[in-house]
């Protein structure tokens, strides 16, 4: 690989997610959380993460066909990529508003579809950018800085 | 005090036993939105809850929670119960209420965090 940040070490993975699979639900963030903690990440920035993943990994299971995160690690971030073929969403700017939902009944008695996920994720992330085509798929990418970034 | 001691005291079922059995429970949250509970309890809680199915297991799992205790005496699947015991995480069963387990707790120390 080539570019300005070349000497960092770099980690690169990429984890399918089961759409619809909720006994597996929550095993990427665990993979991504172990390495973290592998690589001495702060605790502090461990449990961004993991809300980031858990409520991304968490909206792949319930309402897409499949997925999968592809994940970027260097010595100062972590990237990650989740991105879905499934319904998309209509309007992501309500999507973003904490307590708007469009989960049927189900899941909602099974605790989700509460309307807090995207804004959890927005909350423990140092940048987020979601992009998404009715029919198609979502694409959600976030960013969290090691450092201790706006959120740190 | 510790998860065995706990059970006891309150009599709760231990339905599985926990990774480390001398874990100390350090505070308390009670909710029954899984995102919630992501967003807001801490490590080494205990967390009252009426859900029973397989992702309370990767919920308590992913934040490192003490343990989970069921209330109501709702009963865990078979699938949520394998689960926990593959991942090491400690699922008990109450008879009473999520309101009254969660002041018996708090009445015997385990706080949770006022913000």
């Known amino acids: 690989m080539s570019g300005g940040s070349d000497s960092e070490e770099k980690i690169r993975m990429q984890l399918p997610i089961r759409g619809g699979d909720f006994s597996k639900a929550g095993e990427a963030s ?32 319930a309402y897409a066909n499949k997925g999968q995160f592809s994940v970027d690690i260097t010595t100062g971030e972590i990237r990650v990529l989740a991105k879905d073929e499934g319904p998309g969403i209509e309007c992501v700017e309500m999507a973003m508003m904490e307590g708007f939902s469009t989960a049927p009944p189900e899941l909602r008695e099974m605790g989700f579809g509460a309307g807090m996920g995207l804004p959890n994720i927005k909350k423990a992330v140092d940048w987020m950018k979601i992009e998404s085509q009715v029919g198609v798929g979502t ?7 090691f450092g201790g970034g706006e959120n740190g | 005090m510790k998860i065995s001691d706990m059970a006891a005291r309150f009599g709760f079922e231990m339905l599985t036993a926990p990774k480390d059995s001398e874990i100390e429970v350090e505070g308390g949250y009670a909710s029954d939105l899984l995102s919630d509970v992501i967003a807001r309890a801490e490590s080494g809680n205990v967390w009252v809850t009426t859900q029973t199915h397989v992702n309370i297991v990767a919920v308590a799992s992913l934040k490192e929670l003490a343990a989970v205790v069921i209330v109501s005496g709702r009963k865990p699947d078979e699938e949520t119960i394998d689960l926990a015991k593959t991942k090491g995480v400690c699922l008990l069963g109450a008879q009473s209420p999520a309101y009254e387990v969660a002041g018996r707790l708090y009445e015997a120390g385990i706080r949770g965090s006022p913000k």
Do not use: D, T, Y
Request: glycine share 2%.
């Open chain 1, 30 to 61: 665990s993979k991504i959380k172990n390495i973290l903690k592998q690589l001495g990440v702060s605790p502090a920035v461990i449990k961004r993460v993991a809300i980031a993943c858990f409520e991304s990994e968490i909206n792949i299971v």
């Open chain 1, 139 to 145: 694409e959600l990418e976030f960013k969290i800085l």
